[in-house]
């Protein structure tokens, strides 16, 4: 995963996009709400995609939604 001090990262992907800390968010918040058996929540993916599952996740979710679900602020 991300953990590691030196990790190449593939262009186009989320980590090469956003950088370790931000991709390391990102793929922490998709697998907090993820359905999915095998979902996206991957930083080799793109972050749009990542985020596309956050968003789908967190429409999901009812009452109690994690504090990033929020349609306002939107993933982080």
Known sequence: MLHG???????????AEAGQQK????VDQCLMVSPATHP????ANPCALI?????RGCGMLGSGKPGFCDP?????
Do not use: F, K, Q
């Open 40 to 43: 996206p929540c991957n930083a």
């Open 23 to 26: 991709a390391r968010t990102l």
């Open 51 to 55: 985020i596309d599952e956050i968003r």
């Open 72 to 76: 306002v602020r939107g993933p982080r």
């Open 5 to 15: 001090a030196a990790i190449a990262a593939d262009p186009g992907s989320c980590l």
